[in-house]
């Protein structure tokens, strides 16, 4: 019984991280522009994230790290953090929520490709069909996004960065994860990758020039809610379903996100929560989501 309720737990801590994200692609997009350039936003986040795993590592670990492993672990900052957080709210400011959503579905192919070239896994005919399947949905929703401002074509663009840059940092860090606590690797991770977006040109520049004090209490609200329940708590409810649950498991869920997107993209307008986002909601969307869906789902399928 004990274990039942374990599992059952490890799948409500799973389904809850990817809420939490799919609601977070909704309330950034109104913080973005508005109030915080990409740049700012992000400093916001890896600051305040570096801050609250460090306080983490301090009182509950004491596992050291060797030096000829730090040049590893800061590159997983460049593309982890930096490279992959600058694309993904630079996307998101000239893209849309449901947008980040379906092409960060994706995932899984691109670390499947990576791997592929990096970790030399072989790739069955099923998941050659999936990456197949999968590329031609984000491809097609590019080229959607395309015909209506040119804009929207480059958010897609920076989001596919952002997705391919992360999927890269999860294949980089795999011998990493081997040899260290996942609290050590990310503490790391999160503190080089604060380094990298500090030396991203546009940044303090960007910072000097905020107003904060025209900010309202719910941007306030909503700027917290991404750095502690999007950054710190996510990865925590993480690190405790893959205790629990396979890595193949655990990856389904990344077909909740999208789903989770459009879902909150009509709550939160209807509650006054955010603006309204429910008209970039279109049916070819919808069919092009469930299209990279068909190609997750074959990448991920365990053969016989």
Request: glycine share 6%; net charge positive; charged share 10%.
């Amino acid at each position: 019984m004990e274990y039942r309720n374990s599992k059952l737990s490890a799948h409500a801590a799973l389904f809850l991280v990817n809420t939490l994200y799919g609601a977070s692609h909704v309330v950034a997009k109104d913080v973005l522009g508005n109030y915080l350039e990409p740049s700012v936003f992000i400093l916001f986040r890896v600051s305040g994230a570096v801050l609250l795993f460090w306080m983490m590592r301090l009182l509950f670990q004491t596992e050291k790290v060797e030096r000829k492993d730090l040049g590893l672990l800061a590159i997983c900052g460049l593309f982890g953090v930096a490279v992959n957080q600058l694309f993904f709210f630079y996307g998101l400011h000239y893209s849309s929520a449901i947008n980040s959503g379906i092409i960060m579905a994706a995932n899984p192919i691109m670390v499947l490709i990576l791997s592929y070239f990096i970790l030399k896994e072989t790739i069955s005919w099923m998941k050659m069909s999936g990456i197949l399947i999968g590329a031609t949905g984000v491809i097609l929703l590019t080229l959607q996004s395309a015909s209506s401002t040119p804009k929207a074509s480059w958010g897609d663009a920076f989001l596919f960065i952002n997705a391919f840059s992360y999927a890269l940092y999860l294949v980089l860090a795999k011998p990493l994860m081997r040899k260290y606590s996942p609290m050590t690797v990310i503490t790391y991770v999160f503190t080089f990758g604060f380094f990298f977006v500090l030396l991203f040109p546009p940044t303090v520049t960007n910072l000097m020039q905020t107003s904060f004090a025209s900010f309202p209490p719910s941007i306030w609200i909503k700027i917290i809610y991404v750095i502690v329940g999007v950054t710190f708590l996510t990865y925590l409810l993480t690190m405790y379903g893959l205790k629990q649950l396979s890595p193949s498991v655990s990856s389904v869920y990344i077909y909740i996100q999208p789903i989770m997107v459009i879902l909150f993209a009509y709550l939160f307008v209807q509650f006054g929560i955010s603006a309204d986002q429910t008209k970039t909601i279109t049916g070819i969307k919808i069919l092009l989501m469930l299209l990279i869906f068909l190609g997750v789902f074959l990448t991920t399928k365990k053969g016989k």
